[in-house]
């Protein structure tokens, strides 16, 4: 009776067995499995898909002129950098040579004042010679756009003026330049040398000199 038992038993599981072998897994969604990204990659390439062939040449038409753009606008760039680079190049090299050749030039200013006192024929014409070779040097400063800053009769302004004492003329107007000590020079508003001056004004009081006993 057991060994009948067992057997239905065994044939019983056997369709179990067989059925569970023949299981079919579940297919699988692709669709859900997939990124935000691809899923903008597929929307964009149906997009490019749909476009007609006019609409491409317009986008790769605009494509070239920003690019176009960009490139001009990059060279107008470098040429500004580059036109202001050769200005203070050139701009160094003549406050180098002005520096050099003042002090010259301030001689010949003291040589013609000084032969511009005397009467003797022969240091009146040395003088011309002087003051002829003083102009031509003056008009090189002004080719290489060197120019001296006015000063005589002018207020005193210290961004191009040095003081170098006061005027003790009681006549003399306050603030106001009375003698010129050394010329000063400016290329392009820029000042190479200042003028040394005399400024009008009330000079100090001394002790002893204020009248109180």
């Known amino acids: 009776m057991s060994k009948s038992k067992n057997k239905i038993e065994e044939v019983s599981d056997e369709p179990t067995e067989a059925a569970a072998d023949e299981a079919v897994e579940p297919p699988t969604d692709n669709s859900s499995t997939e990124s935000p990204a691809d899923q903008d990659t597929e929307a964009q390439d149906d997009t490019e898909a749909s476009k007609t062939p ?63 006192s005397t009467g003797d024929e022969a240091t009146r014409s040395m003088q011309e010679g002087l003051e002829m070779v003083r102009g031509m040097l003056e008009s090189v400063f002004e080719r290489y756009g060197v120019q001296e800053i006015p000063a005589d009769g002018t207020r005193f302004n210290p961004l191009v003026h040095e003081a170098v004492g006061i005027d003790p003329d009681p006549e003399a107007e306050a603030g106001v330049v009375t003698q010129i000590i050394q010329r000063g020079y400016s290329i392009d508003g820029k000042v190479i040398r200042p003028t040394r001056v005399m400024v009008g004004g009330t000079p100090p009081v001394t002790a002893g000199e204020d009248g109180d006993s």
Not at 57 to 62: G, Q, S, V
Not at 75 to 98: G, S
Request: charged share 30%; no cysteine.
């Open 54 to 116: 006019q609409q491409k040449l317009a986008e790769e038409r605009d494509k070239l002129q920003s690019q176009l753009q960009r490139t001009l606008a990059d060279l107008q760039n470098f040429r500004k950098r580059r036109a202001q680079e050769m200005t203070d190049v050139r701009r160094a090299a003549i406050e180098a040579m002005a520096a050099d050749l003042l002090p010259v030039l301030d001689n010949f200013h003291l040589a013609t004042t000084i032969g511009s």
